[in-house]
């Protein structure tokens, strides 16, 4: 067989369905403890973070200030703006929140890199401590997830892998210092964070692209489109015109279809075969 089909996906074809790539940045937290008659004070991610020093973990009761979610980005899919808000802006740190709890009321699908484990964990934290409830139900395509699971590049940070599958890679980095200066009021500091910010966004969704017809359980977008005939990974509205022989599972057989928009691989639910009448002689 040789390989026709098109390497990227073409954008239209999930606009029936809100996905939201997004993408937060934090502060890091501030402690102060008494060790062996000295005190230690300083910048920590995580309680364990200062153990190779203190020997112990940060106890809570020492923390002077938590690491704190301070600004996010978000882009609608399909859309050309990169929206983003942070607790420098008009109404401070709540403001910022209920601004992402929007987004998210609005979101049906939320694309990040460790947006399971970390963005989104970060900011329902964030809703928790105001009180609030949750957003209306949405569900998350990790890049981290996709490409530890189904490829094995040396290294899956962002950068590395934009850089590795030829997309736009991100412009800075970030630092702790500019996030610093950025609350503290320092207005380049804040366009510098909004930049990078904004510049992961791009990144994720040009990777989401290019892992999306690797990516297996993509929620599926024809839920949201109505096409029965849908691609799960794209919203392609009708894949039925491109079967490619069989799937086969240990002992079933399915008519197989392969999306010409995005590549991805579909069985139908129709068993064409179930070899379940017949057994192996033991
Ligand atoms: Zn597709």
């Known amino acids: 067989m040789t390989l026709t089909v098109k390497p990227r996906i073409t954008k239209k074809t999930i606009q029936s369905v809100n996905v939201l790539t997004f993408d937060i940045e934090r502060i890091p937290g501030h402690a102060k403890i008494k060790h062996r008659g000295l005190t230690i004070e300083g910048e920590f991610w995580d309680l364990g973070g200062w153990k190779h020093t203190i020997g112990r973990r940060i106890h809570a009761d020492d923390v002077v200030s938590w690491p704190r979610t301070i600004c996010a980005a978000g882009r609608w899919y399909g859309q050309s703006k990169v929206m983003f808000a942070a607790e420098w802006q008009e109404g401070g740190h709540e403001q910022f929140m209920r601004t992402m709890w929007e987004w998210f009321d609005s979101a049906a699908l939320i694309i990040g890199h460790n947006a399971a484990a970390f963005d989104v964990k970060h900011v329902r934290s964030g809703w928790a ?90 929620p599926h977008l024809s839920m949201h489109n109505g096409e029965i005939w849908g691609c799960p990974n794209c919203g392609n509205p009708d894949v039925s015109t491109n079967r490619k022989g069989d799937a086969y599972t240990h002992v079933q057989r399915y008519a197989a279809y392969q999306c010409d928009n995005c590549g991805h691989w579909i069985r139908s639910t129709k068993k064409l075969q179930d070899a379940t009448h017949t057994r192996t002689y033991r």
Request: aromatic share 8%.
């Open 129 to 218: 401590e105001y009180g609030w409830v949750q957003p209306s139900p949405w569900a998350v395509v990790d890049t981290l997830k996709v490409a530890r699971s189904e490829l094995n590049f040396e290294s899956n940070t962002l950068d590395a892998l934009a850089k590795r599958l030829g997309v736009s890679a991100k412009t800075d980095k970030y630092s702790a210092d500019v996030a610093q200066a950025a609350v503290n009021g320092d207005e380049k500091a804040q366009r510098k964070i909004a930049r990078y910010n904004e510049g992961d966004i791009r990144a994720t969704e040009a990777v989401y692209d290019r892992l999306r017809p690797f990516i297996k359980n993509h």
